[in-house]
């Protein structure tokens, strides 16, 4: 095995032509800062590799790092000596409803008060340049190794704009069939495959004389004319 002396030199005196040099053996610091290093490393490919935004928060609330991930969906410019905290985000964020959503709700402002994890919550965030993205974000306490205690929070989260547009646009659409098939004004009957009646409407029931919980479940072949049973019974083969 290889020893790691730190060596320091100095003359004697100038009357004497020698020096003394004084050597330390600091193997054991040197592996020591080697782990570090490989583990800092480590620390910093896990987090550009993640597929989502990961940041750690102080307990003061000051985001001491993000992944680039992150900074991009947070629009920011992030270097270590941004002093950035999850209040700047005041007025910043909303609900999926379109409401405020107060810092203090953050998952990682609730991690930071109680200690315990935060299950994911949907975030919508303004960037600065006046586009809202939309996350799910969610916390979990940082501890201390030897002592437990907590000393900040990490938070995670994966950008869910996407989906986020894309359920909206859904509902959208099922609002306007809805309000389209209420209130058309001819009837419309919407069945399963087996012939049984599960959604009508007020048009339907109006020609028909049934209400719509009479018609419920129904066979249309057992409300057709008995004249237009044979002919209808081909519809349904």
């Known amino acids: 095995s290889?020893?790691?002396i730190a060596w320091t030199?100095?003359?004697?005196s100038d009357e004497v032509d020698f020096?003394?040099?004084s050597g330390i053996d600091v193997t054991a610091q040197r592996s020591a800062e080697q782990s570090k290093r490989r583990i800092e490393e480590l620390h910093h490919r896990v987090l550009e590799v993640v597929p989502g935004g990961v940041a750690q928060v102080s307990m003061e609330g000051r985001v001491e790092v993000?992944?680039?991930?992150?900074q991009e969906f947070?629009?920011?410019v992030f270097d270590k000596t941004t002093r950035?905290?999850?209040s700047n985000f005041g007025r910043k964020t909303i609900r999926e409803d379109g409401s405020e959503f107060p810092v203090d709700d953050y998952p990682v402002s609730r991690c930071l008060g109680t200690g315990e994890p935060q299950p994911p919550a949907m975030v919508g965030v303004i960037r600065p340049d006046g586009q809202t993205f939309w996350g799910l974000f969610a916390a979990t306490p940082l501890r201390d190794s030897e002592s437990s205690r907590q000393v900040g929070a990490v938070v995670a989260f994966l950008d869910a704009t996407d989906r986020k547009h894309a359920v909206d646009a859904l509902r959208k659409s099922e609002e306007r069939f809805r309000a389209a098939f209420e209130d058309a004004p001819v009837g419309i009957v919407l069945g399963d495959l087996s012939g049984h009646i599960r959604q009508v409407n007020a048009a339907y029931c109006r020609i028909t004389g049934w209400s719509e919980a009479e018609l419920h479940g129904k066979h249309f072949l057992s409300i057709t004319h008995p004249d237009d049973r044979e002919e209808g019974a081909q519809w349904n083969e």
């Open 2 to 4: 290889r020893n790691c």
């Open 9 to 12: 030199f100095a003359p004697v």
């Open 19 to 21: 020096i003394v040099g």
């Open 66 to 70: 993000a992944n680039v991930l992150a």
């Open 74 to 76: 947070l629009g920011l």
């Open 84 to 86: 950035l905290y999850v």
